[in-house]
């Protein structure tokens, strides 16, 4: 069975999006000095302003299971660009149980491709294999067109590349 994607709502999906956020928040303390409350739960505060307009939420759902997600920022400043606007994956994430399997290529790809544009993905240095992931990903969807710098005194590693080449082409194909 094929992976789902849908758009998520505040309404619909608030819930369920912290929950996932949580298993994200693990993740990352491989490499983060975080902890959770007295009550067990990572902070959530990231999430308050991501229902606001100008953020796009992709749920992921494999055989009727949620999987993922990807957070996106629409229409911000680029981090090295001069008054240039981009999108910019402000959170991704795939369950472990569904990763090396294809589905975090395929959410990203999914995002890429609804919301055509210049695009910027960061990694922190420590997570080398969000980077491998990412290279992988954004290379193959651009065939190898894209930059990348370290950024925060080499603390974190930044793609940028433009879809909007890639989707008008492929439309064009298509026809």
């Known amino acids: 069975m094929p992976p789902i994607i849908l758009p998520a709502t505040r309404q619909e999906h608030d819930t369920l999006l912290r929950n996932l956020y949580q298993f994200y ?3 990352y303390t491989r490499f983060m000095p975080w902890h959770v409350s007295a009550g067990g739960r990572f902070h959530e505060s990231d999430l308050d302003g991501c229902w606001e307009e100008g953020t796009q939420i992709f749920l992921l759902w494999q055989e009727a299971h949620p999987a993922g997600f ?3 920022e629409v229409d911000v400043a680029s981090e090295t660009l001069p ?3 981009v999108r910019y994956m402000l959170e991704f994430f795939i369950m472990a149980a569904c990763q090396r399997q294809g589905l975090g290529e395929h959410l990203a790809r999914f995002c890429f491709d609804r919301l055509p544009g210049r695009w910027e993905v960061t990694e922190l240095k420590e997570n080398t294999a969000a980077q491998a992931f990412w290279r992988k990903c954004i290379g193959r969807y651009t065939g190898g067109r894209y930059e990348e710098a370290w950024l925060d005194e080499g603390a974190v590693l ?5 879809t909007a080449d890639r989707v008008s082409s492929s439309l ?4």
Not at 158 to 162: A, G, H, P, S
């Open 158 to 162: 930044l793609q940028q590349f433009d």
């Open 172 to 175: 064009g194909e298509a026809g």
């Open 25 to 27: 928040t693990y993740e």
């Open 70 to 72: 990807a957070i996106i």
């Open 83 to 85: 008054d240039v606007r």
